[in-house]
């Protein structure tokens, strides 16, 4: 069983910064496909980034130009950076797994965090 613990969320300005983390337990992450989602009060989990086993990447229209995704193998870790914050960013932030070569931005995941808060004020 994949244990995955999401840190890093917090309060934040607009136009701010906040790198978040994912640390995996139980296996090692790196043949899985991985990536962040998100989800506001009262709206859908949706997918923000997502990184596959070779490190192709997909992300959100939403997100691009602003969050990198990145993995660190060696330290079963999975991080995102998320620059130029604005407040439709707000949501409970997950990490989630999946295996298989398929590595898609739909919530179709079997592994999943508790996640963590991130807050954007204008």
């Known amino acids: 069983q994949v244990q995955l613990v999401e840190s890093g969320g917090g309060s934040v300005q607009a136009d701010g910064s906040l790198r978040l983390s994912c640390a995996a337990y139980?296996?090692?992450?790196?043949?899985?496909?991985l990536g962040w989602f998100r989800q506001a009060p009262g709206k859908e989990r949706e997918g923000v980034a997502t990184i596959n086993y070779d490190g192709n990447t997909r992300y959100a229209d939403s997100v691009k130009g602003r969050f990198t995704i990145s993995r660190d193998n060696a330290k079963n870790t999975l991080y995102l950076q998320m620059n130029s914050l604005k407040p439709d960013d707000t949501g409970m932030y997950y990490c989630?797994?999946?295996?298989?070569?398929?590595?898609?931005?739909?919530?179709?995941?079997?592994?999943w965090g508790q996640g963590t808060q991130v807050t954007v004020s204008s």
């Open positions: 989630a797994a999946r295996g298989g070569g398929y590595c898609p931005l739909s919530t179709s995941f079997p592994y």
């Open positions: 139980g296996y090692s992450l790196s043949i899985y496909c």
